[in-house]
């Protein structure tokens, strides 16, 4: 099995500390013996960053997933555990951001202890030490946050929900000793978790585009416009095409790179009695040529969404007369005939914002904007749903379940309840309907009868 492999690699990881006359000879000895490739392989562990082995050519390709590793380079036995056994099920981008965490938790107790121990302590069970471990990485990240004003929240749940996992799969056994790792267990979950690394501010209120900046959007992505920035009409129905996708849908950035030209499906519904589309967002198992792999946040994500005909059509045309015939089968290419980064999807709208005109720069600065981001979109299109939701009757209970539905939010998530008390401009409305129709009309007319 590759689970088995994968520990045969990470087995020195619980190996008996050396005393200090072997500190430095049969400790590198024994890592020669298991990984004898290693001698060639070089990491940069200041960076604190999990690493892909088959990547180097350490493991088959097979056990490529991200690992966390020693300064010796070789994996950590718990945080191996952690992430491919008991948690299965996490998205690639949401298990680097774990992996992340622990190796600054690895490295906060090697600092602490003098040692790099933290996996002893987990095999010991010793929870005294492990809360120690923990406060310790508490204050150095309440220490950072301070200092460059970045939230650190996630790094620290992730270390204390390693640290409670750990403790409970270690306390699967009989007697005393499991009560008290169950003891312990509660007093993490009722008091640590509540603990946060960052300083107190409130929570900035969430809010959507200011109309004026959509509606100055509308006339700069219209491809017949005077205004467009963008050079060819190729790349101007491309990107026509995504920043209607993100405002009209609210997909996240990395939803949008990894949709296929197959993803927009249609079938005939005899109930309605008529055709109708819409739209996979999924992961494939295909080959991705990008540096910067897109990915699916969780589970969650994997959703259907409703086609309005605007978007119909201008995928269509896209894909008709713009897209080309590339060897790979993402929607969205590049002008190398590859599939588009995510960087550039980020660049695209900061080549529309320097387009803004004054007025509408000046109503993003009034929301403490500086620019338009591709996440943006997302926010507007939510809170312009989640008003729908309530004026089509929908108590708030029922609006917050669609709302998690139609962006792919879990069930835990207090994404839906910040939406709900997002502020929601009226004029708003109007862009979003009749401006919206206006916008699609002029489209409409600047496609020659040909190119339909």
Not at 42 to 51: D, G, L, Q, S
């Amino acid at each position: 099995m590759a689970f088995s492999v994968r520990l045969h690699f990470c087995a020195a990881a619980l190996s008996p500390p050396p005393t200090s006359k072997e500190q430095h000879g049969d400790d590198r000895s024994d890592d020669r013996n298991i990984l004898p490739s290693l001698s060639n392989f070089k990491i940069r562990k200041a960076r604190m960053m999990p690493v892909s082995l088959s990547r180097f050519g350490i493991a088959p390709e097979a056990l490529g997933g991200l690992v966390c590793v020693r300064h010796s380079n070789l994996p950590r036995y718990w945080a191996t555990i952690w992430s491919d056994v008991l948690k299965t099920s996490l998205e690639p981008s949401t298990r680097r951001q774990h992996l992340s965490a622990l190796d600054l938790l690895y490295d906060a107790v090697q600092r602490q202890c003098g040692s790099d121990c933290l996996d002893r302590l987990i095999a010991k069970s010793d929870a005294d030490a492990l809360e120690n471990c923990l406060l310790g990485l508490l204050a150095q990240l309440r220490n950072e946050a301070a200092i460059a004003g970045v939230d650190k929240s996630s790094t620290w749940m992730s270390a204390v929900s390693f640290v409670a996992d750990m403790l409970r799969y270690a306390g699967h056994t009989s007697g005393v000793r499991a009560s008290e790792i169950e003891a312990r267990l509660l007093r993490l979950d009722t008091l640590y978790r509540q603990l946060t690394p960052n300083p107190e501010r409130p929570a900035p209120p969430i809010r959507a585009l200011p109309p004026l900046v959509i509606e100055d959007l509308y006339e700069i992505f219209r491809p017949d416009s005077p205004r467009n920035p963008f050079k060819t009409e190729k790349l101007r129905w491309r990107n026509l095409l995504i920043f209607m996708l993100l405002l009209r849908l609210g997909l996240r950035r990395g939803e949008a790179a990894l949709l296929y030209s197959s993803s927009f499906k249609e079938d005939f519904d005899p109930v309605a009695g008529k055709m109708v589309h819409w739209l996979d967002v999924e992961e494939t198992d295909d080959g991705d040529p990008r540096y910067e792999q897109p990915g699916l946040k969780t589970k969650y994500s994997r959703r259907q969404l409703p086609l309005p005909q605007e978007i119909i059509e201008l995928a269509q045309r896209y894909i008709r007369n713009y897209r080309g015939r590339v060897n790979y089968p993402q929607l969205l290419i590049s002008q190398k005939a590859k599939p588009l980064s995510l960087r550039t999807l980020s660049e695209i709208f900061e080549v529309a914002t320097q387009a803004l005109s004054a007025e509408a720069i000046k109503s993003l600065e009034k929301q403490g904007l500086e620019g338009v981001s591709c996440h943006d979109f997302r926010h507007t299109s939510a809170v312009v749903r989640m008003k729908r939701y309530q004026d089509a009757g929908n108590d708030l209970d029922k609006a917050q379940e669609k709302l998690r539905g139609f962006f792919g939010w879990s069930e835990e998530s207090n994404m839906p309840r910040l939406y709900a008390k997002a502020y929601f401009e009226t004029s708003l409305a109007e862009v979003w309907d009749e401006k919206f129709d206006l916008f699609v009309d002029a489209l409409r007319r600047a496609i020659p009868e040909s190119g339909q």
